[in-house]
């Protein structure tokens, strides 16, 4: 079976993704893929917790209840043969996604387990990453929140999105990797849904516009035509999408300004690391066994 994880980070979609695609579970369930809810996740992160606890591996008979509780034998219409699952806390937890040694430090040895729970299976991970200047405040707020110190790191400090590409490669040499950008996600929402479901192309989702439109929420009349648009025209394929969805997007709203970092980060601060951030990502892009979801060209 294929696994399909995705992974997070967060701060990024925020669950839309997991949501738009369970919403569509019984379309979804026609051509073969399995999109469990979040009553059906206990039983992983239980095991998960063993392994991240140094317990042995599953047995295969665990495994395979493990699959079978994940996805069922379907009533009616085909057995499941894709399994999408979401869950941005499994390398790890918010207050502890960055620091000085790395974004997601447990990441390599939490992938190992994850390799363990899906032996045998054809096992696919999608992350998306974001600007370090956005992200991090995000995480910054989300440790206050739960009583921690915040975020202390300098610009010279931060970890580079390839060492958790490398991390994932080192702890999983045979799964595929996918990852996108935060800042891109708008536009190339579509071919996001549909790299981690796997399901066909033509295929018009419910709810697959909630994300982009959300971009527009300020202005409910343009969130209103953007819908009409795609209503009106029905754009069959994943390029032709994405092209109409930054046509849009950029009519309506102004591009975002990439303004924030931590304190006492300056204006050149920023600049350097947005830099850095950009080329980190055409790092990754080049990685053998690594597939990256961009906008379309030009």
């Known amino acids: ?61 665990e495994r395979a ?4 509780h994940l996805a069922p034998a379907p009533e009616a219409g085909p057995a499941p043969e894709r399994l ?5 806390s499994f390398l790890g937890f918010a207050q502890d996604a960055a620091g000085v040694e790395g974004f997601y430090p447990a990441a390599e040895a939490r992938a190992r387990v994850l390799g363990d729970l899906f032996a045998g299976h054809d096992l696919q991970l999608f992350f998306c990453l974001r600007n370090p200047v956005t992200l991090l405040p995000a995480l910054d707020l989300r440790r206050r929140a739960r009583g921690l110190s915040g975020l202390t790191l300098s610009p010279d400090d931060l970890p580079a999105w390839s060492g958790l590409a490398a991390a994932l490669r080192r702890a999983l040499p ?7 950008c935060d800042e891109d996600a708008p536009v190339v929402w579509h071919r996001i849904l549909r790299a981690v479901a796997g399901f066909d192309e033509a295929s018009d989702l419910q709810g ?91």
């Not at 294929?2 to 738009?20: P, R, S």
């Not at 979804?28 to 140094?54: C, H, K, S, T, W």
């Not at 209840?65 to 079978?68: D, H, K, N, P």
């Not at 999408?84 to 941005?88: C, D, G, I, T």
């Open 65 to 68: 209840a493990l699959l079978s």
């Open 174 to 180: 045979g799964a595929r990797l996918a990852f996108w």
């Open 84 to 88: 999408v699952l979401s869950f941005e």
């Open 208 to 298: 697959a516009l909630d994300y982009p439109a959300a971009m527009l929420e300020a202005d409910p009349e343009a969130a209103r035509d953007l819908r009409a648009w795609f209503e009106a025209r029905r754009p069959a394929s994943d390029l032709e999408r994405a092209k109409a969805l930054r046509s849009r997007l950029a009519q309506m709203s102004p591009p975002p300004v990439v303004s924030a970092g931590l304190a006492g980060w300056t204006p050149g601060d920023i600049a350097r690391v947005t830099a850095a951030y950009d080329e980190d990502c055409a790092r990754i892009a080049r990685m053998p066994g690594v597939s990256f979801v961009l906008p379309p060209g030009p």
């Open 1 to 61: 079976m294929q696994i399909a994880f995705h992974l997070g980070a967060h701060a990024t979609d925020d669950g839309a993704l997991l949501k738009v695609l369970h919403q569509n579970r019984a379309t979804l369930g026609e051509q073969a893929i399995a999109v469990p809810g979040p009553e059906a996740y206990p039983d992983l992160l239980r095991m998960a917790a063993r392994g991240f606890a140094g317990q042995p591996a599953p047995s295969g008979q």
